[in-house]
């Protein structure tokens, strides 16, 4: 059974840091894709980053890019997402996601086959 497990989420002021990590146990596949994706009230699922397990390639959106990280620890089967210079804008539900989407376009959420439960991150003025 696949399972994916998030933590770390949290409130903190405009300009602070916080770092989701993911644990992933029951997926095998080493052609997989893990990505994090947000959804704020109102909006749709988007993706914000996301990380091939072979190869350890990284994409992320635009409105990230230069402030989050995402990384893997492969021998604990983890992935995390280190943000800094957060923003009101970054407010949401944070999911991991585990899955193989189509080849270019890994920031969407077809193909992801697996989810985790989420992790609210708040970001204040």
């Known amino acids: 059974q696949v399972q994916l497990v998030e933590s770390g989420g949290g409130s903190v002021q405009a300009g602070g840091s916080l770092r989701l990590s993911c644990t992933i146990s029951?997926?095998?596949?080493?052609?997989?894709?893990m990505g994090w994706f947000r959804q704020a009230p109102g909006k749709e699922r988007e993706g914000v980053a996301t990380?091939?397990?072979?190869?350890?390639?990284?994409y992320y959106a635009d409105s990230v890019k230069g402030r989050f990280t995402i990384s893997q620890d492969n021998a604990k089967n983890a992935v995390y997402l280190q943000m800094n210079s957060l923003k009101p804008a970054d407010t949401a539900m944070y999911y991991c996601?585990?899955?193989?989407?189509?080849?270019?376009?890994?920031?969407?959420?077809?193909?992801?086959?697996?989810w985790g439960q989420g992790t609210q991150v708040t970001v204040s003025s």
């Open positions: 996601a585990a899955g193989l989407p189509r080849p270019g376009d890994s920031l969407s959420t077809p193909g992801y086959n697996y």
């Open positions: 029951g997926y095998t596949k080493r052609s997989a894709c």
């Open positions: 990380i091939y397990y072979r190869t350890g390639s990284t």
